[in-house]
Every structure is written in structure tokens, then in C-alpha cells.
Antibody
Framework: EVQLVESGGGLVQPGGSLTLSCAASGFAFSGSAMHWVRQAPGKGLEWVGRIRSEANSYATAYAASVKGRFTISRDDSKNTAYLQMNSLKIEDTAVYYC???????????WGQGTLVTVSS | EIVMTQSPDTLSVSPGERATLSCRASQNIDFNLAWYQQKPGQAPRLLFY???TRATGIPARFSGSGSGTEFTLTISSLQSEDFAVYYCQQYSNWWTFGQGTKVEIK
């Protein structure tokens, strides 16, 4: 069974930093891209970014709203993806989900999410 | 960026009735569309990919159709567990989601 478990969320002040982790199991993690998607309280889903596999040079891509502030990385030896978030803004407050591409490029499954709250 | 627009924002339906949800893309995405269901406090769950292919374990009362810019999700006879928010998502050019349609009990 494919499982994705996020961790690392919490309360952080505006301008601060936080790193989220996504532990994966049940599939060939090293050969898969990994994505992050977020959901602000009471709002819809927003794609944040993705990292491809080593075979694809660990290429990353980001949404315009986070580009230059967020960095996605991975450690294939630990089957874990990371989302490093810097210069956090109040509007970054959201539940952050990790997920992987399936059936082409749709996203399945999703982790349970981890809440990041940016507030002073 | 491809903009996805869902309608309506909220759909009030009685159990046993049919629900029809729409999703429009701002440009041609062929069949590169997925539908997700999200219940309160839960992660999204994949329902359909390729616009009309059911994901594993999705009941036959759910159907998806469309191509290009116009897509539809139909629930033929709503069950209590189907009341949720539904999102469409394109994966033709990066990834963008619709704003969601909430299906509520009438």
C-alpha cells in the first residue's frame, strides 16, 4: 500500500522558515516525482511545486506564488521529500499535502497533510 | 496558466437524486483532467483520471465525461457518503485546480 506521511508543520512568525517532510512507502520512491499541494483554511487546492527523479536530474518547478521562497528536495536513501519554506507570509498559512503522480500526471494518493500557521 | 472554472459553487441535492458538476478549462487540455473528492478533515481522493477513467475502488454511480475544455462529473444516485467537495484538476500544462463544487444535502 502506498503511504505518504507529512510532518513538520507548526506555528511560525512572518518572515520565518520551516521545513516539511514527506515520508513515503509502498512504491519505488526513487523513480517517482513528488509534489506538494496546499490548502488555505476554508479554501481550495493550490499546487505548490514538484521535484522529479534522479533520472530526470531532480528537476524542480514551483508555483509563481512561492518561487524564490520555497525549495523542494529529496533524499532517496530515506524515501523522503522535503519542502523548505523561507520568508513565510501570512498567506502561506495552509494545510500542506505531499502527493505523487499516477496514471500519467494526476496526483494519487495524498498524505494526510500538515498544518502550517504563519502568524505573529 | 490554465484556469479551471467549476460550476456551480454549491449544489443542493436530495439523497437518491442525480448530481451533475461541470468544469471548464480556459484552453484545450485534451483528456488531461482529474476529479477529486474531499470530505471535511480529509485529504483529497482521486475519483477519475483521463477525464473518464475511474480510479480504483470508485463506485459505478460516478461517471466522468468530456474533452478539450468542457468536462462533467455525474453522480447518478447520491448516497450519504457522497456529500463532499469535488475538485477538477488539469495536468496538461503544469497543474491547476478548479475552485471546487460543494455537494450538500437538500
Amino acid at each position: 500500500e502506498v503511504q505518504l506521511v507529512e510532518s513538520g508543520g507548526g506555528l511560525v512568525q512572518p518572515g520565518g522558515s520551516l521545513t516539511l517532510s514527506c515520508a513515503a512507502s509502498g512504491f519505488a520512491f526513487s523513480g517517482s516525482a513528488m509534489h506538494w499541494v496546499r490548502q488555505a483554511p476554508g479554501k481550495g487546492l493550490e499546487w505548490v511545486g514538484r521535484i522529479r527523479s534522479e533520472a530526470n536530474s531532480y528537476a524542480t518547478a514551483y508555483a509563481a506564488s512561492v518561487k524564490g521562497r520555497f525549495t523542494i528536495s529529496r533524499d532517496d536513501s530515506k524515501n523522503t521529500a522535503y519542502l523548505q519554506m523561507n520568508s513565510l507570509k501570512i498567506e502561506d498559512t495552509a494545510v500542506y499535502y505531499c502527493t505523487r503522480p499516477a496514471y500519467g500526471d494526476c496526483l494519487d494518493p495524498w498524505g494526510q497533510g500538515t498544518l502550517v500557521t504563519v502568524s505573529s | 496558466e490554465i484556469v479551471m472554472t467549476q460550476s456551480p459553487d454549491t449544489l443542493s441535492v436530495s439523497p437518491g437524486e442525480r448530481a451533475t458538476l461541470s468544469c471548464r478549462a480556459s484552453q484545450n487540455i485534451d483528456f488531461n483532467l482529474a476529479w477529486y473528492q474531499q470530505k471535511p478533515g480529509q485529504a483529497p481522493r482521486l475519483l477519475f483520471y483521463g477525464a473518464s477513467t475511474r480510479a480504483t475502488g470508485i463506485p459505478a454511480r460516478f461517471s466522468g465525461s468530456g474533452s478539450g475544455t468542457e468536462f462533467t462529473l455525474t453522480i447518478s444516485s447520491l448516497q450519504s457518503e457522497d456529500f463532499a467537495v469535488y475538485y477538477c484538476q488539469q495536468y496538461s500544462n503544469w497543474w491547476t485546480f478548479g475552485q471546487g463544487t460543494k455537494v450538500e444535502i437538500k
